[in-house]
């Protein structure tokens, strides 16, 4: 059976500094997989590459199997790569509800996109109760509750989260990791870059540590959490 997307010696470079250095992996369909290391190691810069707003300089990927070498960035999408990035990036002066409609702006089917932002809704309660207010009024776990749900609206094959626990409190960061597992749960493929190495290999069926642009572990997520390794550099244990 193909995989849903297959990576292939991916290389990616800023001028002539190399950040992606010809890493390989893949995602197949219901799985969560995810990326783990430290800033700059080419995390997001993978996860930028797939979704098409930055080109390769090598490699393959394929999704569905089909490369997406030429394929244009809103094309991705509409193929059913699903973007949610690093910062959110959510429309701040638009409502929650607007803001979510940006996400099926790909889509042409009313009584489906009223059905999906329902069950963002459901997904994220607040939002719900706070439809018509302006995005930028929101904290910032909700927000990524937003970028969450807007991503969603597509209707993915597979989801990519990039970083979605960054700079939020505990109890907040436990809300949107139990909407992933929630997400998993349902059937969602998703492709999960996150610093919080504990929280994310407990979720994935397989991870893979970046350091440096190179990808230098792989596994499932239980053997990462177990491998004494991981555990020094990315748990906190001695």
């Known amino acids: 059976m193909?995989?849903?997307l297959e990576v292939e010696d991916l290389r990616v470079?800023?001028?002539?500094?190399?950040?992606?250095?010809?890493?390989?992996?893949?995602?197949d369909a219901g799985q969560v997989v995810t990326l783990i290391g430290t800033n700059g190691a080419g995390k997001t810069t993978t996860l930028r590459t797939l979704s098409g707003l930055l080109k390769p300089v090598g490699g393959q990927i394929k999704f569905q199997g089909k490369s997406l070498k030429k394929t244009p960035a809103h094309q991705i999408v509409s193929l059913g790569l699903a973007h949610s990035p690093e910062g959110r990036h959510i429309f701040p002066r638009m409502t929650i509800e607007d803001n979510l409609r940006l996400g099926a702006f790909l889509r042409n089917d009313k009584a489906g996109i009223e059905k999906d932002i329902q069950r963002a809704y459901d997904l994220f309660p607040i939002l719900g109760e706070r439809r018509k207010q302006a995005a930028g009024t929101l904290s910032g776990g909700e927000q990524q509750m937003l970028a969450m749900g807007r991503a969603l609206m597509s209707q993915p094959k597979l989801l990519m989260l990039d970083e979605p626990?960054?700079?939020?409190?505990?109890?907040?960061?436990?809300?949107?990791?139990a909407t992933i597992a929630e997400l998993k749960s349902?059937?969602?493929?998703?492709?999960?870059v996150e610093q919080n190495a504990q929280a994310a290999l407990s979720l994935a069926d397989q991870g893979h540590v970046m350091e440096v642009g190179s990808i230098?572990?792989?596994?499932?997520?239980?053997?990462?959490?177990?491998?004494?390794?991981?555990?020094?550099?990315?748990?906190?244990?001695?």
């Open 2 to 4: 193909t995989a849903l």
């Open 13 to 27: 470079a800023y001028g002539k500094i190399e950040a992606v250095k010809g890493i390989s992996f893949k995602v």
């Open 165 to 177: 626990s960054m700079g939020l409190s505990p109890i907040m960061m436990q809300k949107i990791m």
């Open 186 to 192: 349902q059937g969602t493929t998703i492709l999960l």
């Open 216 to 238: 230098v572990l792989s596994g499932t997520g239980r053997d990462l959490l177990t491998d004494e390794s991981v555990r020094k550099a990315y748990l906190g244990e001695d």
